[in-house]
Structures are given as C-alpha cells and as structure tokens.
C-alpha cells in the first residue's frame, strides 16, 4: 500500500473515531433534555441535526471537541440530574446550580472519573449522598447546598484526597461528622450548617485538615465542646459555629490560630472565661460571643486585636468595667456589650474609637455620666445605653455626631433638660428617654427631625405645652409623652399619616380633637388628663383604632353612636368621666372588643343594650357606679368574660345561672338591691321568693311555744 493510501486510512480512522465520539456525546445529552421540562425552550440548541454539542448552551469543549463543562447555573429547568453522562470522558465541571432540579444523586455520578467540579446547590435534591461519590478521585469542589438531602455524610467522604471544598449546609442531613473528615488534607472550606439534626461533637481529627481557611457548622445539633486541638489550624480564617449547643470553656489555644478574622460562636452554652490569647489575634476582624454563658471580665487584651471591626459580648455574665483598651480599636464599627453584668463607667477612651458605628451597653449596672467627648464618634448611628444606672445631664455634644439615628438612654437617671441640639440630627429616627428625671420643655426645634419614627419619653418630669411642630414629622409612627406634666391640647397630627401609636396619658392634658388626628391611628391613650367637653362624633373616622383609653376625664355628653365605625376596637376605656344618657346599642356592635370595656363611674341609665349578647369575645367588662337598671340577662352569652364588675347600679333580678356568673363575688354586684343569686336565702331583695318557708317557720315556732305553755299550765294545775 503507497504511504498516501495509508495517510488517507489513518485520517478516515480518526475521523470515524471523532465522529464516533460526538455521536456519542451528543445521544448522553440528548438522552437527559428528554427527560428536562422547560417553559422557555431553554435548551434548543440541543439539537441532533447539529452533530457538534461544543455549540449548545452550556457546553464547553476541548480543542479536541470533547466536553469538558456543563453550565446550566439559573436554566429554568425541571427534572432529574442527569445519570447518562458517562460517554463524556473528559467531562471535569458540571455546574447545574439555581434550577429546578429534583430526585436523587444518581449512583452513576461515580463513573465520572474526570470530575473535578460538582455545584448542584439551590435545587430540590432529595435522598442521601451515595458512597458512589467517594470513588471521584478527581474531584476539588463539591457544592451541594441548600437542596433537601437526607441521611449522614458518608464515612468514606475521606477518600476524596483531592478536595478543596465541601458545602453541605442547608439540607437536613443527620448523624455525626465522621472522623475521616481528618484525612481531607488539601480541604480548605468545610460548611455544613443549617442541618439541624446534625449531631455529636467535632471530631478531634478536624485539626488535621491543616489548611482548612472556613469552618460552618452554625444552626446544628452539634454538641461538646471545641476541642484544644483547633490551634492546629494556622490558615482558618473563619470559623462559624453559632446557633448550635456546644458547651465547655474557649480553648486558649484559639489564640494559635493566627490567619483568623471571623470567630462566630453566639447562640451557644460555652462558659467559662473569654480567653487573654484572643488579644494574640492581630487579623481578627468578627468576635461574635453573644448569648453564651460567658463570666469573669472582658480581657483587657483585646485591645490588642488592632483590625477587630465588631466585637458582640451581649447577654452573658460578664462581669467588672469596660476596658479602656477598647479606645485603641480604631477600626472598631460594632461594640455591642448589652444584658451583662458590668459596672463602673463607660469609659472616655471609647470616644477615640473613630469608626464606631453601632455602640450598645444596655442591661448593665454602668453608672456615672456619659463621657463629654462622645460627641466626638462623628461616624455613630446608633447608641443604646438604656437601663443603667447613669447619672448627670445628656450631653449637648451628642448632638455633634450628625448621623446618629437611634439614641435610646431610657431607664436610667438622668436630670436636665433634652439638649436642643439633639433636635438638630436630620437622621434621628429613634429618640427614647423614658424614666429618667428629664424636665423642662421639650422646644420646635424637634420639628427639624424629619426622619424622627419613634419617640418616647414617658415618665420624666417634662412640662408646657406639646409643641405644634411634632405634628410636622410626617414620619412619626410611635409617640409616648405620658406620665409627665404637659399641659393644654394634643396639637395636630394629621399630616403624620403613618402614626399608629400615641399615649400622653397621666399628664394634664385639657382637649383633644379627633379630627386633627390621622386614621392611622391604632393605639390612642388620653386617660388620667383633665378633658373637658364632649366625645365628638368625629372619633367614628378612627376606624382603625384598636385601642381608645379616655378614661379619668371630665368628658360629658353622650357616647356618639359613631363609635360604631371604630370596628377594629379590642379595647374602650371611658370609665370616670361625666356621661350620662343611656348605653348605645352601637357599643354593643362592636364585635371585636375582647380586651376589655370599661364604662364605669359614669351616669349611665337605662337598659344594658340587647346587642352587648353579640360580645362574645369580651373577656372584662365594668358597668360599676352608675344607674343602669333591669336584667342582666343579656350578659349570660358572653362566654368568654373573665371579670365583671356591675357593682353600684339599679340592676335586679335573678343573675344568671352560667359558671361564670356562679363564681362571682357578692362584692361584683353589691348595690344593686333587687339583683340576687338563684341559691342566695338571706338576702332581703329576694325575701317574696322566701315567705312560704318563713311561715312554716313561724308557725312550728308558735307552736313549740303552745306546747310549752301547755306544758307548763299542766305542770302549774298538778302542783295547786
């Protein structure tokens, strides 16, 4: 044969071979798109007539037109992961992320020898993971997240040697991590968080992953506690264990593991002492310890952490003062040391922390004042340092860190008055000062608040009239001025049309309109004021109201009927005021009144409105101190009543005969004469329903007393 017989030979050889191959390639993918559903015709691409997949989407080839990637991330597809891919020899990456993708992790999965990449995550995967996986010596990344997989992560997970990194978090996986997780040598990110049936304790063996850089095991059963062997570990940079129940001490040897930024470890029982080797951690950049079981102090040493951003110790045991070192943070954003146990002063070195953003030391027995340079955290927006006990004035220089938005000082001790350039911060949205011994005024400057959401500052000595400007904050949705001493009207509110909440009870409080209030309104409490007038028919266009306390006024007049249209009402407080006329039918039309109603010390007459039947959700009702008259029949229905006071009224008859109405006390219903319990024989108001049994009383009385006398005349005659 001539050499160019030969040379054509080969060449149709390896022609037939490479079309031999494509053929191939292409029935294994035609074979699973038969199996793909798809609204949008995603894949049309894959189509036999064009011979060459390395042109369909999602395909990548290699020079030899061999498959080497399939892409699909995000495709909206439905269906199977594919089991036929085995003709794609050269197939390293299969990235089917973000879909609709159901069922199992095929067994076949194991004959894909060229693997190096599997990212299944965010599907709806379901069964276990098969040992088949085991046998992909290739494989680097394996990306299983957020799917619905079950059973444990195989023993034999071990026998990947190549792998760099493993996501199991999201699924609802179970059982231990087994101990050949050790033998992963060349992993480099382990997360198997948000499992939350996975248990038992970290395998000592997990230090020999040497260069393990992330640890995720938050939102787990796992329990124990973290072994001493983690300063193993010289290239973590994050570990994330939060949410779970681990227990004992933090090993000091933490302190070994010199690459690491994030430590996350809140939502757990650790006690014990915050270990000194934290302060040795010159790249940590997250400490996360809240909600633990934490005592002793805060190490000074963490001062010495110069890249720590924020740092949360809250709702633990500590004990003793806030270190100064703190002031050495520069980078410090987040101090978060609330619902602990310590004391002294907040320390003025905490005012050269220049980056601080969120400062909070609530819940704590810190005292004196507050340092005068904190007006000197010009990047602060929020500061909590409510229920203390911390003494002197509010600093005026607070006001001096512009993009302050929340500032909650309540429940603590301090006097004067709100600084007024506290009214000037244009980001304040949250202002809570409540029990302190605040006084003076508060000044229209507060009308520069724009932003201002909430407002508290109920119980505290703060006097004068309410002014005008508040109801120019438009993004008002709570206010609480009671328990002060304001005086003259509630002024507008209706261009704050987001306001659900307003209290000013126990003030001295003269007049309010319904009209100048929004319909937004949900909680409305004037009680304990001085209001005079009537109840106009305008609070009927408050319908959104679920709460209306009145009580302790001078209100006169008659209810309107229009309460009627305040059909959200759980709660109707009119108690000690001046009305006077009958009940109107319309209270009793409420149907969603089941807190409480409260009508007493009024000068109410008449009937108890047929309609209050319909409450049977009402669980405390107090008709008490007026002049009410007839049955209380009606009440007999209101099968949810858990107090009642009728007590003081004209009321008669038998009460009724329920369970309820049985246990009451005869102090519920005292004056009311005529008003009687269906058993009771020795009250007077009932007397008529007892005189046959007072007669056949009298009589075998009279009787003994005939006998007696006869006796006593017989006795008399024998002895003449």
């Known amino acids: 044969m001539s050499p160019y017989a030969v040379l054509f030979t080969s060449l149709c050889f390896v022609f037939l071979f490479q079309y031999s191959l494509a053929d191939n390639q292409v029935e294994a993918l035609m074979r699973w798109k038969n199996n793909l559903k798809s609204s949008t015709n995603t894949l049309v691409s894959w189509n036999p007539a064009n011979p060459n997949p390395c042109t369909w989407l999602g395909i990548l080839c290699d020079n030899d037109n061999?498959?080497?990637?399939?892409?699909?991330?995000?495709?909206?597809?439905?269906?199977?992961?594919?089991?036929?891919?085995?003709?794609?020899?050269?197939?390293?990456?299969?990235?089917?992320?973000?879909?609709?993708?159901?069922?199992?992790?095929?067994?076949?999965?194991?004959?894909?020898?060229?693997?190096?990449?599997?990212?299944?995550?965010?599907?709806?995967?379901?069964?276990?993971?098969?040992?088949?996986?085991?046998?992909?010596?290739?494989?680097?990344?394996?990306?299983?997240?957020?799917?619905?997989?079950?059973?444990?992560?195989?023993?034999?997970?071990?026998?990947?040697?190549?792998?760099?990194?493993?996501?199991?978090?999201?699924?609802?996986?179970?059982?231990?991590?087994?101990?050949?997780?050790?033998?992963?040598?060349?992993?480099?990110?382990?997360?198997?968080?948000?499992?939350?049936?996975?248990?038992?304790?970290?395998?000592?063996?997990?230090?020999?992953?040497?260069?393990?850089?992330?640890?995720?095991?938050?939102?787990?059963?796992?329990?124990?506690?973290?072994?001493?062997?983690?300063?193993?570990?010289?290239?973590?940079?994050?570990?994330?264990?939060?949410?779970?129940?681990?227990?004992?001490?933090?090993?000091?040897?933490?302190?070994?593991?010199?690459?690491?930024?994030?430590?996350?470890?809140?939502?757990?029982?650790?006690?014990?002492?915050?270990?000194?080797?934290?302060?040795?951690?010159?790249?940590?950049?997250?400490?996360?310890?809240?909600?633990?079981?934490?005592?002793?102090?805060?190490?000074?040493?963490?001062?010495?952490?110069?890249?720590?951003?924020?740092?949360?110790?809250?709702?633990?045991?500590?004990?003793?003062?806030?270190?100064?070192?703190?002031?050495?943070?520069?980078?410090?954003?987040?101090?978060?040391?609330?619902?602990?146990?310590?004391?002294?002063?907040?320390?003025?070195?905490?005012?050269?922390?220049?980056?601080?953003?969120?400062?909070?030391?609530?819940?704590?027995?810190?005292?004196?004042?507050?340092?005068?340079?904190?007006?000197?955290?010009?990047?602060?927006?929020?500061?909590?340092?409510?229920?203390?006990?911390?003494?002197?004035?509010?600093?005026?220089?607070?006001?001096?860190?512009?993009?302050?938005?929340?500032?909650?000082?309540?429940?603590?001790?301090?006097?004067?008055?709100?600084?007024?350039?506290?009214?000037?911060l244009r980001n304040l949205s949250i202002l809570i000062l409540f029990s302190n011994n605040l006084s003076g005024f508060l000044t229209p400057n507060i009308g520069s608040c724009k932003k201002l959401f909430r407002f508290r500052v109920n119980q505290n000595k703060l006097g004068g009239i309410i002014p005008s400007e508040v109801g120019s904050l438009k993004s008002l949705n709570f206010i609480d001025f009671s328990d002060n001493h304001f005086v003259g009207r509630i002024p507008s509110f209706v261009s704050c049309s987001s306001l659900e909440y307003l209290d000013v009870h126990s003030n001295k409080i003269t007049s309010f309109v319904p009209d100048e209030l929004p319909k937004s309104l949900q909680f409305l409490d004037v009680s304990n004021n001085q209001v005079k007038g009537i109840l106009p028919s305008s609070i009927g266009s408050l319908n959104k109201l679920t709460k209306l306390s009145l009580g302790n006024n001078q209100i006169s007049g008659k209810i309107p009927s229009q309460i009627k249209s305040c059909n959200k009402l759980q709660l109707l407080d009119l108690g000690n005021n001046d009305f006077f006329g009958e009940i109107p039918k319309e209270v009793g039309q409420i149907s969603t009144l089941e807190i409480s109603l409260n009508l007493s010390c009024n000068h109410f007459f008449g009937l108890i409105p047929n309609q209050f039947a319909t409450l049977g959700m009402l669980t405390m009702l107090d008709f008490s101190h007026n002049h009410l008259s007839g049955n209380i029949d009606v009440l007999s229905s209101l099968q949810s009543l858990v107090n009642l006071n009728i007590s003081y009224n004209n009321l008669s008859g038998q009460v009724p005969n329920t369970t309820f109405f049985r246990h009451l006390t005869p102090e519920d219903i005292v004056g009311n004469e005529d008003l009687y319990f269906s058993n009771d024989t020795s009250n007077t108001a009932h007397h008529h329903h007892d005189i046959p049994h007072i007669m056949n009383l009298i009589t075998l009385i009279l009787i003994c007393i005939a006998v007696v006398l006869i006796m006593f005349l017989v006795k008399l005659s024998l002895n003449m």
């Open 66 to 424: 061999q498959v080497t990637e399939i892409s699909l991330q995000s495709a909206m597809l439905e269906g199977p992961l594919p089991s036929t891919l085995k003709p794609l020899h050269h197939l390293t990456t299969l990235v089917l992320s973000s879909m609709n993708l159901h069922g199992k992790i095929p067994e076949e999965w194991g004959d894909y020898q060229s693997i190096k990449m599997i990212d299944i995550s965010n599907n709806y995967i379901t069964g276990e993971i098969p040992n088949a996986i085991c046998r992909l010596q290739s494989l680097k990344f394996m990306h299983l997240k957020n799917n619905s997989i079950e059973g444990s992560i195989p023993t034999c997970i071990g026998d990947l040697s190549n792998l760099i990194s493993l996501t199991l978090y999201d699924n609802q996986l179970n059982g231990h991590i087994p101990k050949d997780i050790g033998r992963l040598n060349k992993i480099q990110e382990f997360r198997a968080g948000g499992n939350h049936n996975l248990t038992g304790e970290i395998p000592l063996e997990i230090a020999n992953c040497s260069n393990l850089i992330k640890l995720g095991l938050a939102s787990t059963s796992i329990t124990g506690a973290i072994p001493t062997s983690i300063g193993n570990l010289k290239n973590i940079k994050t570990i994330a264990i939060y949410d779970s129940n681990i227990s004992g001490h933090i090993p000091k040897q933490i302190g070994y593991c010199s690459k690491l930024q994030n430590l996350l470890l809140y939502k757990n029982a650790i006690s014990g002492s915050i270990p000194s080797n934290i302060g040795r951690l010159g790249n940590l950049k997250i400490l996360y310890l809240w909600q633990n079981r934490l005592v002793g102090h805060i190490p000074y040493e963490l001062g010495s952490c110069p890249n720590l951003e924020m740092l949360d110790l809250s709702i633990n045991f500590l004990t003793g003062s806030i270190p100064t070192s703190l002031g050495n943070l520069s980078r410090l954003e987040t101090l978060v040391l609330g619902d602990n146990h310590l004391s002294g002063i907040i320390p003025v070195e905490i005012t050269r922390c220049n980056s601080l953003t969120d400062f909070r030391v609530p819940n704590n027995n810190l005292s004196g004042e507050l340092p005068r340079g904190i007006g000197n955290l010009k990047s602060l927006n929020r500061f909590h340092a409510y229920q203390n006990t911390l003494t002197g004035s509010i600093p005026e220089c607070l006001g001096n860190s512009e993009k302050l938005g929340e500032i909650d000082l309540s429940i603590n001790r301090f006097v004067g008055s709100i600084p007024e350039k506290i009214f000037s």
